[in-house]
């Protein structure tokens, strides 16, 4: 199976990137082929362009090399793997900028013959989502967890019903034995993906 | 005289986003407005380790200024375009987060525009109101009122569709002078 891994924290010493480093050696180990993309250190930028919303209906869609390379990773993906810091209970920018950027139409879904969406990525079976939060899981329930939604949601629509979802929340307060053992916990299930 | 800022998001200079927003001008005539054009002024939506810039302090400013927040912006992947999220994640966490919120928000109306049906934005769990709702909303005080004004399913709209809810836009933005 091929996994793309996509972990965003603009701090490479943060914990983001140990659970990072635990998902690809789960994934690893169980044989999957795994691509890690750390979109800080990519200067991936989060914002579409004046050029790349002109030409978001057109024929080409994908206006940089970056984000065609990321839309080439992402076709050929049967899993998608996002390890990152929720804030304000959604996606960090850059990572939602990545959703926006590269799953274009083509990519990300096409349209039927009256105008409809349907899903493109049919080959993706797994999402992923390994989150930190920054508050306690009732008041994340509380503000309805935005980022999880855009994830089992939304992109589930671009995937189809083949792909199953799985999600791992770290959530505040935590002691440092707890987000070890969360980090154990998240490369175990890895293990088990395939 | 009320003060008002409106935040405009999006890539394009010439768009319906954009007849929206001048609409809401229109409609704010009389009130001290104060405008943010994220696009315009170059905003940095990344997050990053060092979290200051005078974007980031001068925007503050504006949110402790204004009596109203109106946001203009098209809905992408559910929830704002992560040009207006990534303003979202710096300028407002420390708030929502429980720091010093902005209390003298009285109100925030968000104006924007779907691709897609109501039905497929229910399925998808709504997080961009919610965004509004649960997390600005709380940032401001207890008695902050919201106004969710969308316009779903833009592109199979024809004209006169359109053309109503630039009326609508006016109309609520009036209803803030």
Redo the contacts between chains.
Sequence with gaps: MRALLLVVD??PASYTHELARRARSGLAAAGNEVTVVDL?AIGF??????V???AYHGDEPLVSEQVAAQAALVTTADALVVVYPS????????L??W???V?VPGVGFGFNAQ?K?RPALTDIRHIVGIATY??PRWKVA???D?GR??LT??FR?SCGLQARSRWFGCHEPTSSAGRDEFADRVEREMTGLS | MSRVLVVRC????E?YIDAVHQRVLAGLAGADVATVDL?REGFR?????DETDGHVERHRDLLRWCDALLLVYPT????????L??W??RV??PA??GGDRFTNIGQIVAITTHG?SKL?NM???E??K??VT??LAPACGRGTRTRWIALYGI??LGDARRSRFLDRAERVAQSLV
């Design positions: 603009p701090d800080h930028a989060a914002a579409m362009s004046p790349e919303r002109e804030i304000a209970s959604g996606l960090p920018a850059i939602k900028g959703f926006e950027r799953l105008g969406v920054r508050e509380v503000r309805n935005n939604r855009t949601r939304a629509m | 999006h890539p394009l200079r768009c696009y939506p990344e997050s990053s380790i992408w992947w559910a929830g704002q375009p992560a040009m999220k990534g979202v994640d407002w966490a929502i987060e897609s497929v399925l998808e769990g997080g961009g919610r965004t649960r997390n592109d199979r």
